[in-house]
T-cell receptor, first 113, second 112 residues
């Protein structure tokens, strides 16, 4: 599975959009980009995933560059409850949904009032 | 949907004791995963099952660790004998071929 690079920490003002970047320059054609987050003392929570098209759900939007070497998770209106560690994971479909998820160190997002 | 249920939520025991962590998967999920999280090593996959059969146990740290899934509704992770370095938060996650993994709230294990 391809490795990912994320900034260790970011701040965001409450009510503003939070844009979390992720680099995955060695991604393969059959690998998806997955985002999970972990709020303090809870288990990781699935947010969104995509292959090459941009994706949106009730929680967030995922923007994947055309060459698929990087992506951005967007929380459109961050709230204090969005303070968490955000993990970007790249993995082949079969292994991500039904197999290994390799977690890196993630980005600690601090949403401030 | 009750989600993935783990027990106990907290466990404190002395070195050398046997520890058993339990997980009840979401009904209908045929994949079950055990992870361990520490400050030093982050989140690590220990082992996973498909249809109650262990598929990959390459992340199990040593022979003191064992995991079983006797049926589709229950799994255990056992440490015998336990050591202080086993102190961590242990997560169970379950999924299907079509859905991303769902995690439980974890068991916080402290070995004194």
């Amino acid at each position: 599975d391809a490795k990912t690079t994320q900034p260790p920490s970011m701040d965001c003002a409450e009510g503003r959009a939070a844009n979390l970047p992720c680099n995955h320059s060695t991604i393969s054609g059959n690998e998806y980009v997955y985002w999970y987050r972990q709020i303090h003392s809870q288990g990781p929570q699935y947010i969104i995933h995509g292959l090459k098209n941009n994706e949106t759900n009730e929680m967030a939007s995922l923007i994947i560059t055309e060459d698929r070497k990087s992506s951005t998770l967007i929380l459109p209106h961050a709230t204090l409850r969005d303070t968490a560690v955000y993990y970007c994971i790249v993995s082949a479909f079969r292994s991500s949904n039904t197999g290994k998820l390799i977690f890196g160190q993630g980005t600690t997002l601090q949403v401030k009032p | 949907d009750a989600g993935v249920i783990q027990s106990p939520r907290h466990e404190v025991t002395e070195m050398g004791q046997e520890v058993t962590l339990r997980c009840k998967p979401i009904s209908g999920h045929d994949y079950l995963f055990w992870y361990r999280q520490t400050m030093m090593r982050g989140l690590e996959l220990l082992i996973y099952f498909n249809n109650n059969v262990p598929i990959d146990d390459s992340g199990m740290p040593e022979d003191r660790f064992s995991a079983k899934m006797p049926n589709a509704s229950f799994s255990t992770l056992k440490i015998q004998p336990s050591e202080p370095r086993d102190s961590a938060v242990y997560f169970c996650a379950t999924g299907t071929g079509a859905q991303p993994q769902h995690f439980g709230d974890g068991t916080r294990l402290s070995i004194l």
